[in-house]
């Protein structure tokens, strides 16, 4: 039998969201590799994913049903048939309705499927439905759509592939090689046609090795060098006078604002020299086209919505947006007409439902929270939150209650499966539909099952045609088919889908949005900006609503928001933070691995191989004043916890600042603890934006050796 080609799209949650080939010989997936047709895509995919049909056809893949019959935490399950799962699923739900009420029953998940089937907001309707508690999700750029909303508005902004125009672009906050690998080829020919690439990150990454100038920064200070960059353009008088006049608001309060942030205070709060705020503010002002690509990790802090409130009146200061290849990206997500509420049905929500943010999982669980109605079952699915949320020893006891039912739908049993009463078996990516959106592309991509679901796993969307049907809900939106609900995702009738219907898809693949091409999808160079005035606002209207959790955030859900007006000018507040205590001198921050999606590929050998054992990376100087060397085992800790990893010892690392990749599962390391053991809780400024760019920690050797087999890799993090 001939080979079978079949189109799909990565299901993570990265902003490439590639366009896939699977090579399907006598029904089973021998090969998946990148549509080399696809304009971003062009063929290739990064380390985590290209041997993904080994994923796939893992010998560890859940494939049925299963039942706890260990202690929760062991790990022992026997296999059950679904309808044995789902009435006792049924039968415990609604013992807890009965005797609790709804709100009893917490609902976790986030995107470890992308997508508009079964990813972001495929279960929040039947929670919804069923009166659920309100899973809020803000680990990742809550703040910063809230605070670029506040400035520019939804907007797509800029294309990514316009990048081979611009001549001088900032890498703020992003490590592209790692986590946005197919828009490195674009700003990689940008450079080689004359332009200048600026990284600023505490860390030397792979894209700062590539650059043409890496700028270290104190974690946590970004928003006080784009406000001292600012103040050098306006006392140097590099502004485009003609752009803030005609499609700005506030520079004159801006420019008050700015004045509090000589280059001289800047140097002393951020580490970047005075000399150089300076020459980045001249050379950005100066350079046109200019643009910067800001990554998720510049909201991480305290003061971390208002660092993309300063970074995003840049480009119209200058007047960047003028110019193909000049302006900010952010996510290009705002372009593509998914239709959100038809999705996740806020509506169905009914009025007083408590809302728990996933940043405080472990306190909700363990009784800390003080909650009208306590937690007594959760579900799980498109996440890890042993791995992927702070105060992981709280998670942990939270999920080890005796009295809490669990349910976890998944691929692996992951350490949050570990402790679930009953766990579900989940499709892969090639076994499953899906029309994907992208946060990093201006293309729609078809995700078209490549073979049958392997045992007897299921989508999520079945998932959750099944829960409906046990729950006895009989709307008709809870039992469409797949067909159907990629048809009602998206708005077919809005201009930028004109042409483009799901058979198209099926026959190509992707197709791009209509908003002209790379060199014409200038959005900005006469204004038009989505925000309440039509301009960009240096001083927002909007912060006079208080500080929002955006609907996609929070499914629409908005009783009780706080209502305290914000600063309508991007600031930075020297004490946001809570003071460090002196116990803990050193800053940690943990960015992406290069191997890992968050925790997915965290049990895989391919990428295990990659990534090597957890480890951390540390300065010459810091280390030498602790006594460790590179191979040590070393305990990072802090008044929230500890880890124990090995030491790489180098000058990648920023002195007093260490860096520990995320992504590591606890069962798989020395002390079943990892990074997010010690990370706050906090929230900083805005839409409820998580800080563990704040972390500090103190870092001491301990006897112990790598444990027998751990290799300990010479790459660096993301």
Known sequence: MADRKVFGAC???????????????????????????????????????????????SPDRVLHPLRRVGAKGEGRFERITWD?????????????????????????????????????????????????TVSE????????????????GPTAAIDPESFVHSRYIILWAINPISTNLHHWPFIKEAQTRGAKIVVIDPFETRSAKQADWH?????????????????????????????????????DELKERVAGFPPERVAAITGVSAEDIRTLAREYATTQPSVIRMGVAIERNANGGNAVRALSCL???????????????????????????????????????????????????????????????????NSNPMVVAPEQAKIERGLAREDLFTVVSEHFITDTARYADIVLPATTQLEQWDVMFS?????????????????????????????????GFDDLFFYRTDMEMMQDALDWSNPVLEGIDLDLLQRTGYARLNVGTPESYVPHREGNFPTPSGKCEFKS?????????????????????????????????????????????????????????NSSYGNLPTQLHHAGTQRVFINPADAAARGVAAGDTVRVFNQ???????????EAAMAGVIAAPMGYWPGATRTGRTVNAINSPAYGDYGHNPTFSDTRIEVAKVAATPAAGATVHSAVPA
């Not at 103040?231 to 006078?241: F, G, K, M, N």
């Not at 480009?315 to 996740?344: E, N, Y």
């Not at 806020?346 to 943010?357: A, K, S, Y």
């Not at 729609?444 to 999520?460: D, K």
Request: hydrophobic residues 40%; glycine residues 10%.
């Open 11 to 57: 299901p993570h949650d990265c902003p490439d969201t590639c366009a896939m080939i699977t090579t399907v010989r006598d029904g089973r997936a021998v090969e998946v590799r990148g549509n080399p047709d696809h304009p971003f895509t062009r063929g290739g995919l990064c380390v985590k994913v290209n041997d993904y049909q080994n994923r796939v056809y």
């Open 84 to 132: 044995a799962a789902l009435d006792e699923i049924r039968s415990r739900w609604t013992a807890i309705i009965e005797r609790s009420g709804p709100a009893a029953i917490l609902p976790y998940s986030y995107l470890g499927t992308e997508g508009t089937l079964n990813g972001l907001s495929v279960g929040d309707a039947f929670f919804n439905r069923l009166g659920a």
């Open 137 to 152: 999700r803000t680990f990742c750029d809550a703040g910063a759509i809230t605070a670029f909303f506040m400035s520019c």
């Open 215 to 251: 700028i270290r920064i104190r974690p946590g200070t970004d928003g006080a060098l784009a406000l001292g960059m600012m103040h050098v353009i306006i006392a140097e008088d590099l502004v485009d006078h003609a752009y803030v006049a005609d499609h700005t608001i506030g520079y």
């Open 315 to 381: 480009p119209a200061l200058v007047g960047a947006w003028r110019h193909c290849g000049g302006g900010i990206m952010h996510m290009p997500i705002w372009a593509f007409p998914v239709k959100w509420d038809a999705i996740s049905r806020p509506d169905f929500i009914p009025p007083g439902t408590p809302v728990i943010n996933q940043w405080r999982l472990g306190p909700a669980l363990t009784g800390e929270m003080p909650l009208k109605t306590p937690i007594e079952s959760l579900f799980v699915f």
């Open 439 to 471: 946060w990093g592309h201006l293309y729609l991509t078809l995700n078209m099952p490549a073979i049958e679901p392997l045992g007897e796993a299921v989508p999520n969307t079945e998932l959750f045609r099944r829960l409906a049907r046990i729950m």
């Open 541 to 597: 209207s909007l912060t006079a609503l208080g500080n929002m959790v955006l609907p996609l955030f929070r499914q629409g859900y908005t009783e009780g928001q706080p209502g305290e007006a914000l600063d309508p000018l991007p600031n930075y507040v020297d004490d946001a933070a809570p003071p460090a205590p002196a116990d803990y001198p050193l800053g940690m921050i943990s960015p992406k691995s290069h191997a890992f999606l």
């Open 640 to 650: 929230h916890g500890a880890f124990e990893a090995v030491a790489e010892v180098t």
